[in-house]
């Protein structure tokens, strides 16, 4: 009974495995930390991810770090994050995003990280963009600036569940307004996102930074569906 109000307060217990914490451990174990399924995507230019955007937006370089399968570490931990108030598992992925694309300079060397927006309403509930705590993880690591303001969602998307993937991407279009467009001119902007599932949100994000003159957009999110 005591141990199991401890828990409570004091969850000692890893949100991938289930298993409890050994000692120095915290937030994610040292086992899930380091199975978690690299997609080495950053090794090929042609990825699926990055395939997705040919032709539908200017980006240089995409990536996910890791596969995100139904009932497997990656995707306790993204519930953990989004649903359970757990943020510092977001710092803690971003870490592990920096780490496996550190060699990758199309990522690694960009001038500036911004974060995927999330509506107010859901930051109202959730208390913290998921996207921004990861984009903190990252550039703890590589010395790169977040910029989380400058990228305003405009508009509450729908739950996407039962729409075409036309229809998706028409629901997230032109929701996000880009402000200071001029500071961005001639940089290496990365966006960062938790999951990239169909790439509409992103699309819509690089659509922000359209008129923008000479800046380079790179795209990098911790998980993403086997494809
Ligand atoms: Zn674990």
């Known amino acids: 009974m005591l141990s199991h109000l401890l828990n409570l307060f004091f969850p000692n217990n890893c949100p991938g495995c289930g ?7 915290s937030i994610i174990c040292n086992r899930c930390l380091h199975t978690l399924p690299r997609t080495n995507y950053h090794r090929f230019p042609d990825n699926p991810i990055a395939k997705n955007f040919w032709g539908k937006a200017n980006i240089y370089a995409a990536t996910s770090a890791f596969f995100f399968d139904k009932g497997e570490t990656l995707q306790h931990l993204l519930h953990q994050l989004k649903y359970r108030g757990n943020s510092k598992i ?8 920096a780490l496996e694309l550190q060699h990758a300079p199309e990522f690694s060397h960009a001038d500036v990280i911004i974060p995927v927006p999330l509506h107010p309403k859901k930051l109202l509930m959730r208390g913290y963009n998921q996207s921004e705590v990861i984009a903190k993880g990252i550039s703890e690591n590589w010395n790169i600036p977040v910029q989380p303001a400058l990228l305003i969602r405009t ?45 509409s949100t992103i699309l819509s994000c690089a659509q922000a930074f359209a008129e923008v003159p000479h800046c380079k957009i790179s795209v990098a999110s911790v998980a993403a569906a086997h494809h």
Do not use: M
């Open 90 to 97: 977001g710092v803690v992925l971003g870490r592990q995003v």
């Open 19 to 25: 298993y409890n914490f050994l000692h120095g451990e």
């Open 155 to 199: 508009k509450h998307t729908q739950t996407q569940t039962h729409k075409s993937r036309f229809q998706r991407f028409e629901n997230v279009k032109d929701v996000f307004h880009l402000q200071d467009k001029q500071s961005y001119a001639g940089k290496h902007i990365l966006i960062i996102d938790d999951v990239i599932t169909t790439g």
